[in-house]
């Protein structure tokens, strides 16, 4: 009986600890750019590129890594385990590659609010949670010409 | 018969349930039912958290909608109780200073929101008051126990404990695109200092630098910073936690414990990224002081000649394989000569090339460099020392086994090196370990090597705590 158990069950909790969540990608309403490629938003992720075309320095928010989202990012993009993230931003400011940590906060609410008002931000939130930023001054970017949700969207 | 039947299948039935019941309970001890209780009752008290945490969160994203709850509260009539008589006036006052405390309140907020929507359009985000300055730090302990003492910076004893670097790392943002960064380390070293003490802690500023951040393309550092020579240097130098084996490899071992090559210097560098169709192209370039007459002797008050040194490094990391980097990089320096030395009269111009090819990705971590440092006297004589390194590691959860092999041949007449405090040897070793992650910023490292040393052997067992904080 528990030998049943164990099978039914080890592999859809296992399946549901590596589902990913689909990830919308919100930035200021004042940002030109609509639309991204995968590659350029891999680039600002891994904070290789730093700068906005515009000039616009790029400030990176995330949710906490415990989040689906975050770790949606960290197993796609980063390729790393979620342990080592940490590590992963440190050696970059000690490096001097980057002046300070992403951003990284609990409430998809604070989360809008500072896209709201920093010109340069970008962050990464669940799908579901676009419908409750409809009135504030940030809008969704599409990658690869695709919106969350669309097929070819890449984050999902 | 079928009358008969049916009593005794229920009966049979009955049985059964009743056995399969005393075996399912025989098989539940009570230290197995203490458990399943203490089980149950824990996944209880994570669902309760969970659903407080949402809630908390669910009211933390209410409180900022602020505009709407504002309009609410604003457009909400104050005088919504009758004043039919005393007891409702009270009421009444008591609810018009609740939402005047609660419109106050958001009234505040919305205004610190404004503030730093101000703060944030002039490009600084910082005011004197909010500048914050982070410090973290790195240290690690060692075991080690080795069979053979080579060299006269090795009269110790064979086994014994030492204490690794205590490194202070502090960074500070002065505005959105300056920053400031110091690196300073207490080591503890052997021999003695100015009063003749042993065992003296020198304290080392490592990095001291303010560093403009003005576009992919272009930022400037001015201050004491790493030399941009291969991949060592610039990336982990004085982090052990950072770097996977115990030991920097002898190649780009500090100055001031022998190593061969600068890796710190005084002046100003300029580095960039070039994000490319394909690839990425990365340069740094540094003006810096350069040496001084020996390995050991730092310039970062003054420089005893006006020859200042150049480093120049070209990194590319192509999109087709990810994790991968890979670029030259050289440096040119005149170290002036040391009149207090008479093998050491002349001037010896430096140039040394490098090359590193790196790979990490996923759980893979490959790390090869390649050294020749030319010295070339004014009086004629040339000298090529060759060094390098190999390192492979491979991440199975939290445990991290790895083998590096190291490389120096110097050339024996080079009078910089043979004129030095420190003992130079041609070095041929291989290094075995594993790393545990005993936690998030704890790591423990044990290793064992086998080198040659100017033809003697050398098999040394280590062990390191090694941490952030």
């Known amino acids: 009986m528990r030998l049943i158990l164990v099978i039914v069950f080890v592999p859809i909790v296992i399946f549901m600890t590596n589902a990913y969540a689909t990830i919308a990608v919100i930035v200021n309403k004042s940002n030109p750019v609509s639309d991204i490629s995968y590659n350029e938003l891999k680039q600002i992720l891994e904070a290789r590129k730093q700068y906005w075309d515009n000039g616009e320095k790029i400030i990176l928010i995330f949710k906490p890594i415990t989040s689906v989202e975050t770790r949606t990012l960290i197993d796609m993009v980063y390729k790393i385990k979620y342990e080592a993230f940490d590590k992963y931003w440190f050696l970059k400011v000690y490096d001097n590659k980057i002046m300070e940590f992403p951003k990284i906060l609990n409430s998809t609410g604070t989360i809008n609010i500072l896209v709201s008002e920093i010109p340069g931000a970008i962050a990464f939130i669940g799908k579901d949670e676009i419908s409750r930023i409809a009135n504030i001054n940030i809008k969704v970017l599409g990658v690869n010409g695709k919106m969350p949700g669309e097929d070819g969207y890449p984050f999902k | ?469």
């Open chain 2, 1 to 469: 018969m079928t009358r008969f039947l049916n009593p005794i299948v229920i009966f049979i039935i009955t049985l059964l349930l009743i056995t399969t019941k005393c075996v399912y309970a025989q098989e539940i001890s009570a230290d197995e039912y203490q458990q399943l209780k203490n089980r149950l009752k824990a996944e209880f008290m994570q669902k309760l958290k969970e659903e407080i945490k949402k809630e908390l969160i669910d009211e933390l994203k209410s409180e900022y909608t602020i505009e709407p709850r504002q309009k609410q509260v604003a457009e909400k009539p104050i005088t919504t109780v009758k004043v039919n008589d005393l007891k409702n006036e009270s009421k009444e006052v008591s609810t018009r200073e609740e939402e005047t405390v609660k419109y106050t309140e958001h009234q505040k907020w919305a205004e610190e929101i404004e503030l730093d929507k101000a703060r944030y359009r002039l490009g600084e985000g910082l005011t004197f008051g909010e500048q914050l300055l982070v410090i973290r730090g790195f240290g690690n302990v060692n075991a080690r126990y080795r069979d053979n003492n080579i060299g006269e910076g090795f009269d110790s004893g064979n086994n014994f404990f030492s204490l690794g670097e205590f490194d202070l790392f502090m960074t500070s943002k002065l505005s959105n695109r300056i920053s400031f960064l110091n690196e300073t380390v207490f080591e503890f070293d052997r021999g003695k200092d100015t009063e003749g003490r042993t065992e003296p802690i020198e304290i080392d500023i490592e990095r001291l630098l303010i560093h403009y951040d003005v576009n992919n393309l272009l930022k400037i550092d001015v201050g004491k910073f790493f030399l941009p020579i291969g991949y060592w240097i610039p990336t982990y130098n004085h982090g052990v936690w950072f770097q996977t084996t115990m030991d920097r490899p002898d190649i780009v071992n500090f100055q001031d414990k022998g190593g061969p090559i600068p890796t710190h210097d005084t002046g100003i560098k300029v580095s960039g990224s070039a994000l490319l169709e394909g690839f990425d192209l990365n340069y740094t370039c540094a003006i810096t002081n350069g040496r001084g007459v020996n390995t050991t002797q730092r310039q970062n008050f003054d420089d005893m000649n006006d020859k200042k040194a150049l480093s120049l490094q070209f990194e590319v990391q192509p999109h087709i394989v990810e994790g991968l980097r890979l670029g030259p990089s050289v440096y040119y320096d005149v170290i002036p000569e040391d009149e207090t030395n008479p093998n050491r009269e002349n001037e010896i111009r430096e140039i040394i090339y490098g090359g590193h090819i790196v790979y990490t990705m996923r759980n893979v971590e490959l790390l090869t460099e390649a050294f020749v440092v030319n010295h070339d006297e004014v009086s004629g004589d040339v000298f090529n020392t060759f060094g390098g390194y190999a390192q492979f590691a491979y991440t199975i959860n939290k445990f991290k086994p790895y083998y590096r092999y190291d490389y120096i041949d110097y050339d024996n007449s080079d009078t910089f090196y043979s004129e030095s405090k420190f003992d130079f040897f041609d070095t041929n070793t291989h290094t075995i370990g594993l790393r545990y992650e005993l936690s998030h910023f704890n790591a423990i490292k044990f290793e064992y090597s086998h080198g040659v040393f100017d033809d003697e052997d050398v098999n040394i067992i280590g062990l390191q705590t090694a941490f952030s904080f």
